[in-house]
């Protein structure tokens, strides 16, 4: 089992950045690539960035790339998510998921083994 914990999700007006953290404890943390998604009022759950197991490679969906960064300290157990240039079409629940297949760019959420409960962000116009 992991247990992931997100936080740093709030309120934030356009333009602006949070910084998103999660968590993990449990088996060894190295070992599972690491995902963020996020799912809006009325959609379905959506992927926005994962990271390999070393963290040497990342994967970020077109919407946020240039904006949201992933990174990850595997000594800490930990995967952030910083958000920059925030607009309300960012407005969504964040989950951070944990996956043991080896690749970055498996985006469904069907492939992740370990959920966190969410991080609400809110961007006012």
């Known amino acids: 089992q992991v247990q992931l914990v997100e936080s740093g999700g709030g309120l934030v007006q356009a333009g602006g950045s949070l910084r998103l953290s999660c968590a993990a404890s449990?088996?060894?943390?190295?070992?599972?690539?690491m995902g963020w998604f996020r799912q809006a009022p009325g959609k379905e759950r959506e992927f926005v960035a994962a990271?390999?197991?070393?963290?040497?490679?990342?994967h970020v969906v077109d919407s946020v790339k240039g904006r949201f960064t992933i990174s990850r300290d595997n000594a800490k157990n930990t995967v952030t998510l910083q958000m920059n240039s925030l607009s309300p079409e960012d407005t969504a629940v964040f989950y951070c998921?944990?996956?043991?297949?080896?690749?970055?760019?498996?985006?469904?959420?069907?492939?992740?083994?370990?959920w966190g409960q969410g991080t609400q962000v809110t961007v006012s116009s």
């Open positions: 998921a944990a996956d043991y297949q080896p690749r970055v760019d498996v985006i469904t959420t069907s492939s992740y083994d370990y």
């Open positions: 449990g088996r060894t943390f190295s070992h599972y690539v």
């Open positions: 990271i390999s197991r070393s963290g040497g490679i990342t």
